[in-house]
């Protein structure tokens, strides 16, 4: 197979993602959908590690949410052009790569 997608197809994806005052992690991930849904687990998981009704929980919250658009957007086109792509707002980062995988 030929064409601009075609290392994508024969590419994994790996996540990597802070969120300030919770942790660190990383997985590899299916595609930029399941990229979204790790990050929403994650901040929903990391709620408790802020007081209830925290203003800081609330802007971590509103990050990630940004982060989470613009990923599933710029995210995706940058990953389509064989690029990685990472974002730093608000205390989220959260970084795309793209790892070369056999074919099957």
Do not use: I, K, Y
């Not at 613009?70 to 730093?88: F, K, P, T």
């Amino acid at each position: 197979m030929t064409g601009p997608n075609c290392d994508v197809e024969l590419m994994g994806l790996w996540m990597s993602w802070t969120l300030d005052g919770v942790g660190t992690a990383g997985q590899a991930v299916a595609d930029v959908a399941a990229a979204a849904r790790a990050l929403d687990h994650s901040v929903a998981q990391s709620q408790r590690a802020f007081a209830a009704q925290d203003e800081t929980w609330d802007m971590l919250r509103n990050a990630a949410d940004h982060v989470r658009r613009r990923m599933l957007d710029e995210g995706r086109a940058a990953l389509e052009r064989g690029q990685s792509w990472s974002l730093a707002l608000g205390g989220v980062h959260v970084q795309l790569t793209l790892q070369r995988r056999s074919p099957t």
